[in-house]
């Protein structure tokens, strides 16, 4: 049975990620800052991705690797590049990288990190797989589910939401060493709907009113965002700016093809628990 080892596996796509690799057979070895005892069947090891701390330990051993960072972090990059190093001395065979789709957008700082990101652990394993997932369906079930998707931007852009579950599920493929060396690969979701539209078919799949409210910037940062600070508070503004603009969508065709299935709508979502 092989082992991989993933990082940031506490957060909730790490969570994911070690379900995902668990129901395909692996043994599973995530790290968390703090020490984890939650019966899932992995294996838990304190490391910090940020400072690398405890990383070497925990790639001793693996033979596949899932580089993950916190959402907007601003060191993504340096620590992204250290955790590559580390893996591959390590010993470990294959490093599967957690980007996002459209890395180049320099509108959102976060991207041009996980670009950066991308180039820096492909330096040290040119074979390594890059995950390019659009925005997650999950980020937006709970307040659908609550009755209000309130976002402080356009209701009329369109967004390629995808399924968390499905993300994990093609990132178990590449721990396991499914996809082919060298990968890189868009993750879209199978519908182009915007928030006036998410809500409307949330009406729909829930049977009760689902309001699309937009709401100022200055409403946001008084609100959700007066829990994030510094850096991050600004990376999701600029966020907000470029959906703003443009909403965000991505490539839905390699997903369906990679799951061999098809891909998890909103609906669908909606009527499941949050993965």
Do not use: I
Not at 15 to 21: G, L, N
Not at 111 to 128: F, M
Not at 211 to 233: D, F, I, L, N, Y
């Amino acid at each position: 049975m092989p082992t991989v080892t993933v990082l940031g596996a506490t957060g909730k796509t790490g969570r994911a990620v070690v379900r995902a690799a668990l129901a395909r057979g692996l043994a599973v070895r995530g790290t968390s800052r703090r020490h984890v005892d939650d019966g899932s069947g992995a294996g838990w090891l304190v490391a910090d991705v940020a400072s690398g701390q405890g990383l070497a330990e925990a790639f001793e051993g693996a033979e596949a690797a899932y580089l993950l960072m916190p959402n907007v972090h601003p060191g993504e990059t340096e620590a992204m590049a250290r955790a590559a190093r580390l893996a591959r001395g390590a010993g470990v065979d294959r490093l599967v990288y957690h980007s996002v789709a459209d890395p180049d957008d320099a509108r959102m700082p976060h991207h041009l990190r996980k670009g950066g990101a991308e180039e820096a652990v492909r330096a040290v394993d040119p074979g390594a797989v890059v995950l390019r997932p659009c925005a997650y369906l999950q980020n937006l079930t709970g307040a659908a589910r609550a009755g209000q998707l309130a976002v402080p931007y356009r209701l009329d852009r369109p967004f390629s939401l995808v399924d968390l579950g499905d993300v994990a599920e093609v990132a178990a493929a590449a721990l396991a060493g499914e996809l082919p060396a060298g990968t890189t690969v868009t993750l879209g979701g199978p519908e182009e709907l915007t928030v006036a539209q998410l809500a409307a078919r949330a009406e729909q799949a829930l049977g009760r009113p689902v309001a699309a409210t937009r709401t100022s910037v200055q409403e946001w940062v008084a609100g959700p965002g007066a829990q994030v600070h510094g850096s991050a508070r600004e990376d999701l503004l600029a966020m907000f700016a470029a959906y703003d603009e443009t909403g965000f969508t991505a490539d839905p065709g390699p997903l369906a093809r990679l799951l061999g299935r098809p891909a998890t709508t909103w609906a669908q979502a909606l009527r499941l628990e949050d993965r």
